[in-house]
């Protein structure tokens, strides 16, 4: 157990709605990341808040967005949904007093979209 | 799009075997992460070694890091059956912020 937690576990939704997906980091870490997995590929990097700003992104369009609440945990949004957004979600937390390098991953939420 | 490769793509072995996974890299790192992944779950943090060390030892992990072929690998000994799973190098170049690249994982399968 990371002390990462996500909800929802899984998720249906169709094309063309919104989904919101939720993330508490561990407990002294103040930096989440978001991660897309698809079926057999490693997870995709999709953006990163520190202290409640975004300081990173990867290759995805702007309807992935997100939040960073004052407690560090996460939102991530993501609107018009596609069929291609079928995926693991995946957050992970890191950072701390100590500057830890390694980064703990949530159990993920599956997302089908039909 | 994935940093690096890891090879085999699939591996299956007896408990008690030695198992050897393999991951290359394109660009420069600050450190390199090992992960596992149980049927498609979160991922478990293995091992982290940094770009400036060579080998780091984890209970039956071994890891090893080679900067100039920039490649890893990482070595499970006496496997068991409950070390089944996907296992995922990740890179991190820190340009800034940290970003883990991953690589596209190994599938192990340990059988009794």
């Known amino acids: 157990e990371t002390g990462v937690t996500q909800s929802p576990t899984h998720l249906i939704k169709t094309r063309g709605q919104q989904v919101t997906l939720r993330c508490s980091s561990q407990s002294g870490h103040n930096t989440v990341s978001w991660y897309q997995q698809a079926l057999g590929q490693g997870p995709q990097f999709i953006f990163q808040?520190?202290?409640?700003?975004?300081?990173g992104r990867g290759n995805f369009p702007p309807r992935f967005s997100g939040l960073q609440f004052p407690n560090y945990s996460s939102e991530l949004n993501v609107n018009a949904l596609e069929l291609d957004d079928s995926a693991l979600y995946l957050c992970?937390?890191?950072?701390?007093?100590?500057?830890?390098?390694?980064?703990?991953f949530g159990p993920g939420t599956r997302l089908t979209v039909l | 799009s994935q940093q690096g490769e890891e090879d085999p793509q699939a591996l299956s072995i007896q408990e008690g075997e030695n198992a050897t996974m393999n991951c290359s890299y394109k660009t420069s790192i600050n450190n390199l992460q090992w992960y596992r992944q149980n049927s498609g779950r979160g991922l478990v943090h293995l091992i982290l070694i940094r770009s400036n060390e060579r080998e780091k030892h984890s209970g039956r992990l071994r890891v090893t890091l080679d900067t100039s072929k920039k490649s890893s690998s990482l070595l499970i000994t006496a496997s068991r059956a409950a070390d089944t799973a996907s296992y995922f190098c990740?890179?991190?170049?820190?340009?800034?912020?940290?970003?883990?690249?991953f690589g596209t994982g190994t599938r192990l399968l340990v059988s009794p």
């Open positions: 992970a937390s890191s950072g701390g007093l100590a500057g830890v390098r390694e980064q703990f």
């Open positions: 808040y520190y202290r409640e700003e975004e300081n």
């Open positions: 990740a890179t991190d170049a820190y340009t800034g912020f940290q970003k883990l690249v």
